[in-house]
C-alpha cells in the first residue's frame, strides 16, 4: 500500500506516521508537510533512514505539486491531517485557516478524484459540532454548529470531502475526535502549555472559571482509530473517536501541577477565550461497533505518563518555545 500522510511532521501525524511503519510492514508512506511553526521534522528523526518513508516539503494547497505527488508515488489512500490546528490562534489571524483547512482540502480531493485514490480519510474533529450543555454526547448526527474560525474552518473542509464522495464517489470517510494529549504536541495546547510553564515556574493561563470541559483522549488511541477508518470504514460515512474521560481543565492543571510537585499559586484565572465553547463529549458507540475500535489508555495514568515525557523531553519544547512561537505566546498572553 502506497499512503499519504499530510501534516505528518505535526504532533498526530508523526505519532502516526511512526505507527504505521512499525505497524504495517507492507506500506510506504509519503508525509508531505509544508513544515509551518507546527510542522517540526525532529518528531520523525527516528524514521528518516527507513526506506519505506518518504518526506516531501510542501503545501497541500499546491495543485500541481499535489497532483504530481500523487501520480508519481502511486498513491491509493490519503489520511489527510494537515492543517491549522489551533484555536486561539484562528481568534488572532483567520485568514491562513481558509487557505489551508478549506482551500487545501478541496485541492487534495480534486487530486485524489483526478487519480482515482482508493481512500480518503479526512480527519476532522468534535469541535465542529460546537458546544455542549451540562448534558448529553456529539454524536455523528449533531448539527454542524462551529464557534471559532478554526472550527467553522473544519466544519467547511468536512462537508467538502462528504460533497466529493457524493457528487464525484471519492471514497471519503471522515472522522471526528476529541482533544488529543500525549508525546510530541505542540506546546500551545493546554497540556503540554501547563507542563512546559509549570517546569519553568511561570504563571500557568486559565480562561475564564477553569472550569470548561474537554473530553480527552490519547494520541495513540486517536491513531488506531484513524487506521481502522482507513481500513474498516464505510465510504461516506462520519465517524466519531472519544475515549469516555470528560476532565474540566483545571482539574487537568491541577494534576499537572501536583505530578511536578509544582503549586497551586502558579494558577493565573485570565481572561476567557471568545466563543469559548463550554463542553465537549463524544458517543464514540458508532466506531466501537463498525470498526472494531476501542480506546486502550486511562487518561490519569496516560497523563502522568506525558508529563514524564515531557519532563525527559525539555530540550524538545525548549527549542520550539525559544523560537518564532515566542512572539505568538507575547501576543496571546502579554497582557495579562
Ligand atoms: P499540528 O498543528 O500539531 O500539526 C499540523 C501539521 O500540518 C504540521 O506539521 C504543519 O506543518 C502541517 N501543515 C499545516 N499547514 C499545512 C499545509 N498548508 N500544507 C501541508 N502541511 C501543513 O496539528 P495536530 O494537533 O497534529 O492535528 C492534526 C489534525 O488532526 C488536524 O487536521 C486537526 O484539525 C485534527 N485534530 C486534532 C485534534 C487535537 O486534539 N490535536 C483533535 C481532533 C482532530
Ligand atoms: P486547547 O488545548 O487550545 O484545545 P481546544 O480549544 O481545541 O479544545 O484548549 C483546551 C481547553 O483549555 C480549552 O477549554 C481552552 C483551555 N485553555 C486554557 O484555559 N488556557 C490556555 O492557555 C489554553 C491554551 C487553553
Known amino acids: 500500500m502506497n499512503l499519504l500522510v499530510t501534516g505528518g511532521c505535526g504532533f498526530i501525524g508523526s505519532n502516526l506516521v511512526r505507527m504505521v ?4 510492514p507492507g506500506w510506504r508512506v509519503v508525509n508531505l508537510d509544508k513544515l509551518t511553526y507546527a510542522g517540526n521534522p525532529e518528531n520523525l528523526a527516528d524514521q528518516a533512514a527507513n526506506p519505506r518513508y518518504r518526506f516531501v516539503h510542501g503545501d497541500v494547497a499546491d495543485g500541481p505539486l499535489v497532483g504530481e505527488l500523487l501520480r508519481q508515488e502511486r498513491i491509493e489512500a490519503v489520511l489527510h ?3 491549522e490546528s489551533h ?3 484562528s481568534i488572532l489571524s483567520a485568514a491562513v485557516f481558509i487557505e489551508t483547512n478549506v482551500r487545501g482540502t478541496q485541492v487534495l480531493l480534486e487530486a485524489a478524484r483526478e487519480t482515482g485514490v482508493g481512500r480518503f480519510v479526512h480527519v476532522s474533529t468534535d469541535e465542529v459540532y460546537g458546544s455542549l450543555g451540562p448534558e448529553g454526547l456529539f454524536t455523528e448526527e449533531t448539527p454542524l454548529d462551529p464557534s471559532s474560525p478554526y472550527s467553522a474552518s473544519k466544519a467547511g473542509s468536512d462537508l467538502l470531502a462528504l460533497a466529493y464522495g457524493r457528487t464525484f464517489g471519492v471514497p471519503v470517510v471522515v472522522t471526528r475526535c476529541s482533544n488529543n494529549y500525549g508525546p510530541y504536541q505542540f506546546p500551545e495546547k493546554l497540556i503540554p502549555l501547563m507542563i512546559a510553564n509549570a517546569l519553568r515556574d511561570l504563571p500557568l493561563p486559565v480562561y475564564g472559571d477553569g472550569l470548561n470541559v474537554r473530553d480527552w483522549i490519547h494520541v495513540e488511541d486517536h491513531c488506531r482509530g ?3 477508518a482507513l481500513e ?4 461516506g460515512e462520519v465517524y466519531n473517536f472519544g475515549a ?6 483545571l482539574d487537568i492543571v491541577r494534576q499537572v501541577l501536583e505530578r511536578l510537585g509544582k503549586p497551586e499559586s502558579l494558577i493565573r484565572f485570565v481572561t476567557d477565550r ?3 465553547d ?3 463529549a463524544i458517543d464514540a458507540a458508532k466506531a466501537r461497533r463498525e470498526l472494531s475500535w476501542a480506546p486502550a489508555h486511562r487518561f490519569e495514568e496516560a497523563l502522568a505518563e506525558t508529563v514524564r515525557w515531557y519532563v525527559a523531553h525539555r530540550p524538545w519544547w525548549e527549542r520550539i518555545l525559544s523560537g518564532a512561537s515566542r512572539d505568538y505566546y507575547d501576543r496571546q498572553y502579554g497582557g495579562r
Open 232 to 235: 474498516r470504514g464505510r465510504a
Open 244 to 249: 469516555a474521560s470528560e476532565r474540566r481543565n
Open 274 to 276: 471568545p466563543g469559548h
Open 226 to 228: 484513524l487506521l481502522a
Open 81 to 83: 491531517l494537515a492543517a
Open 278 to 280: 463550554r463542553r465537549y
Open 87 to 89: 484555536v486561539d490562534r
Open 21 to 24: 511503519l512499525a505497524e504495517r
